[in-house]
């Protein structure tokens, strides 16, 4: 069974340009999470697509989009890149609301690196 | 919104011995705790959650504790090994699938 899987791995952009990642969720899921991690720090929350509507939105400028297919996998867009947008983009997970809609799991993310 | 803060952020222990890491939470509303361990190069892996109807909840080495009315919640890792050192993240959400908001987590170093 496999787990969340995330591509690329790495990623080296510069400024103001676009970047897009891509998520494909654990087998039997059907909602996706996107986080961002800085360095040092924990997931921030970006967005949660659902039945492929944003369901969710954190603190994230509109230069943060996304998209989710009808397999649920799912696309992170980030337009007009900044430095201080380098971090690890996480996904995650979850499984339909009839069964444990708790646990989220986490993909092994996308080092982005904007110079 | 919610905050969540998360001591210690580094916590160094010898082998074998417990190693306990604490966490607030700011909203009452929030009903669902998982601690997630992560590796060096690798995305967050879940190892333990309670729910806010649970005070304790125990698997193996590790143990949580929710206390909804000081709401907090914390980790307890007994007999710990070289393997258990990553960094401990705790997080809490108010629904199920909801946003988790993150606490900032816990390197904790396990020496033979």
Do not use: M
């Not at chain 1, 943060?64 to 971090?87: C, I, K, M, R, T």
């Not at chain 2, 190892?47 to 080495?61: A, H, L, P, T, W």
């Amino acid at each position: 069974d496999a787990g969340v899987t995330q591509s690329p791995t790495h990623l080296i952009k510069t400024r103001g340009q676009q970047v897009t990642l891509r998520c494909s969720p654990k087998s039997g899921h059907d909602t996706v999470s996107w986080y961002q991690q800085a360095l040092g720090q924990g997931p921030q929350f970006i967005f949660q697509y659902y039945e492929e509507e944003e369901r969710q939105r954190g603190n994230f400028p509109d230069r943060f989009s996304g998209h989710q297919f009808p397999n649920y996998s799912s696309e992170l867009n980030v337009n007009a890149l900044l430095l201080g947008d380098s971090a690890l983009y996480l996904c995650a997970s979850r499984p339909p609301g009839r069964r444990n809609p708790y646990e989220q799991y986490f993909g092994p993310g996308t080092r982005l690196t904007v110079t | 919104g919610e905050n969540v803060e998360q001591h210690p952020s580094t916590l160094s222990v010898q082998e074998g011995d417990s190693a306990v890491i604490k966490c607030t939470y700011s909203d009452s509303a929030s009903n669902y705790f998982p601690w997630y361990k992560q590796e060096l190069g690798k995305g967050p892996q879940l190892i333990i959650d309670i729910r806010s109807n649970v005070g304790e909840k125990k698997d193996q080495r590790i143990a949580v504790t929710l206390n909804k009315t000081a709401k907090h919640f914390s980790l307890h890792i007994t007999e710990t090994q070289p393997e258990d050192s990553a960094v401990y993240f705790c997080a809490a959400s108010k629904a199920a699938g909801n946003k988790l908001t993150f606490g900032g987590g816990t390197r904790v170093l396990v020496k033979p």
